[in-house]
């Protein structure tokens, strides 16, 4: 088993393993970042003159700068490299001797293109994990279909179930698929690590953007397959389970009340002064409160709609009954238990000179917490000298002729 060498300052649960980040856009790097947030070493290889995109995404932006690489580039070492070269081949091939880890989001057959398979990349390193991240796997009959997130949620039936009954089925404003799929690439590595210490082999963790989006997808494919339900989109709550819905406040705002549980539901209805909707047959059980949520909706949306919303969920959650508000992020930020948890997190932003507030790490470990140690880099190749002649040992001059030839 070949394992990096010690390396920076981290101490956290992945200090010492070495990840290569290949790829774009957000599916790998966020694979890329759940590693370096538990301590790896990443290094993101970025083409010379044609860095991530993501260093220009970002609705935010100060002069010229923008901030979604600051989430997705933290805790990364950035070089450039042009692995369709013969020269960036090998010094590849050379990172790979030193290394752990390799995450790529390129369409299904890129990396044998370039002569950089995993069988490749395993007779250099028997113990390398090549992680993959595409659209729809790298089998079966559209692995050679690029895919967006967009797109695989809608193919997977998840996008089917978003929105209001009878509308158009909206998105999320947000890359759902693509943050899915980093969390399974990034589960797949921790696990063939761990089989790798039985083992001493790598192996191949295979993701695709459809299968992540249908993973999450609850009882939905069994539903249909036993009783030909077609679950689709129900607005504000869960067809069948109530309550649990969003309530509207004396001062127009939204509250979430959740108590579809029966212990939970006859608190509430301790709360709203109307104890004897806990034994009514209309409401008693899960599938009775199931089949008349609408009357249920009235009842508990008539007692909000008298109350302002902070007394709502402070009398709720004082008789443990699930309530929250429905918060922007100008509240999120200001949230005193994402602060006391670490989930707020501010960090140096070198490119835009000034700290910048990012989410923390997540989960918290008790023994070897991941950390944020930088907010990655503010150019491309930024650490071209630190990862070429620090690890692998090549000289000034080198460099500067690999630059010259257009390899770095």
């Known amino acids: 088993m070949t394992s990096a060498h010690e390396h920076g300052a981290s101490a956290g649960a992945l200090d010492g393993i070495r990840v290569l980040e290949l790829g774009t856009l957000i599916s790998g790097p966020f694979a890329g970042r759940l590693l370096g947030d538990m301590g790896a070493e990443v290094i993101k290889i970025e083409l010379p003159g044609k860095p991530d995109p993501l260093r220009t995404w970002g609705q935010a932006e100060v002069d010229g700068h923008h901030f979604f690489?600051?989430?997705?580039?933290?805790?990364?070492?950035a070089v450039t490299l042009d692995l369709r070269t013969d020269r960036g081949r090998e010094l590849f091939l050379e990172l790979i001797d030193n290394s752990d880890i390799v995450v790529e989001n390129f369409r299904p057959g890129t990396l044998e293109r370039w002569g950089l398979g995993y069988d490749t990349l395993r007779q250099r390193n028997k113990g390398i994990i090549l992680v993959r991240v595409s659209g729809y796997g790298q089998t079966g009959p559209d692995a050679h279909k690029a895919?967006?997130?967009?797109?695989?949620?809608?193919?997977?039936?998840?996008?089917?179930?978003?929105?209001f009954p009878g509308g158009p089925p909206p998105r999320l404003a947000l890359s759902l698929g693509d943050s899915l799929a980093g969390m399974f690439a990034a589960q797949g590595a921790l696990a063939a690590l761990y089989r790798r210490t039985v083992t001493g082999q790598g192996q191949v963790v295979d993701v695709a953007l459809t299968e992540s989006c249908l993973?999450?997808?609850?009882?939905?494919?069994?539903?249909?397959?036993?009783?030909?339900v077609v679950r689709g989109p129900?607005?504000?709550?869960?067809?069948?389970?109530?309550?649990?819905?969003i309530y509207r406040s004396a001062d127009g705002s939204w509250v979430v009340i959740a108590a579809n549980q029966d212990s939970v539901f006859a608190r509430l209805c301790q709360v709203i002064g109307q104890p004897e909707l806990a034994t009514d047959p209309r409401f008693a059980d899960h599938g009775a409160r199931g089949r008349n949520q609408d009357e249920l909706d009235s009842i508990i949306g008539e007692w909000a709609a008298q109350r302002a919303p902070?007394?709502?969920?402070?009398?709720?959650?004082?008789?443990?009954?699930?309530?929250?508000?429905?918060?922007?992020?100008?509240?999120?930020?200001?949230?005193?238990?994402?602060?006391?948890?670490?989930?707020?997190?501010?960090?140096?932003?070198?490119g835009a000179e000034r700290t910048v507030l990012g989410p923390g790490v997540i989960p918290v470990l008790s023994e070897s917490p991941g950390t944020i140690r930088?907010?990655?880099?503010?150019?491309?190749?930024?650490?071209?000298?630190?990862?070429?002649?620090?690890?692998?040992?090549?000289?000034?001059?080198?460099?500067?002729?690999?630059r010259s030839q257009g390899v770095l």
């Open 69 to 77: 690489w600051t989430v997705h580039a933290r805790n990364k070492k």
């Open 147 to 163: 895919g967006y997130a967009s797109v695989a949620e809608a193919a997977s039936g998840l996008r089917h179930m978003n929105g």
């Open 215 to 228: 993973a999450i997808q609850e009882s939905t494919i069994p539903d249909y397959d036993v009783g030909g």
């Open 234 to 245: 129900s607005g504000t709550r869960l067809e069948g389970i109530a309550p649990s819905n």
């Open 310 to 350: 902070d007394a709502i969920i402070a009398a709720l959650s004082d008789a443990g009954v699930i309530a929250g508000p429905i918060n922007t992020v100008a509240e999120v930020v200001k949230d005193p238990q994402l602060w006391a948890r670490g989930m707020l997190a501010e960090h140096w932003d070198e």
């Open 374 to 402: 930088n907010a990655g880099s503010a150019r491309p190749g930024q650490h071209n000298d630190e990862v070429y002649v620090g690890l692998l040992g090549k000289t000034s001059d080198e460099l500067d002729t690999l």
